[in-house]
């Protein structure tokens, strides 16, 4: 059973930055987008930032020109740079890997931004 494994969450000042990293405990065949969500309290879970099979980045419009997607296929790793933080980035980040069979979902990591 594959499962994701997020790290690198934790509390930090408005305008700090913070790296999420994301590994697979085994490889994912056949990938076609991998990515980052976030649910804060009380509202639903959102996009924050995918890269795609053919190397392609999407990334939400709230967070645009402070994060950053990357990924390491060696290392099975997926990196999430965030920088110039805001309260309203506070929330649980989610790890997504999805295949041609199903979805992957981590477990989360809190990230919390104080004013």
């Known amino acids: 059973q594959v499962q994701l494994v997020e790290s690198g969450g934790g509390l930090v000042q408005a305008g700090g930055s913070l790296q999420l990293s994301c590994t697979a405990t085994?490889?994912?065949?056949?990938?076609?987008?991998m990515g980052w969500y976030r649910q804060a309290p009380t509202k639903e879970r959102e996009l924050v930032a995918l890269?795609?099979?053919?190397?392609?980045?999407q990334v939400s419009d709230s967070v645009k020109d402070r994060f950053t997607i990357s990924r390491d296929n060696d290392k099975r790793l997926l990196i999430l740079q965030m920088s110039n933080l805001k309260p309203d980035d506070t929330g649980v980040y989610f790890c997504?890997?999805?295949?041609?069979?199903?979805?992957?979902w981590g477990q989360g990591t809190q990230v919390t931004v104080s004013s």
């Open positions: 997504y890997v999805r295949n041609v069979v199903r979805e992957y």
């Open positions: 085994r490889t994912i065949f056949d990938w076609e987008v």
């Open positions: 890269s795609k099979e053919d190397g392609t980045t």
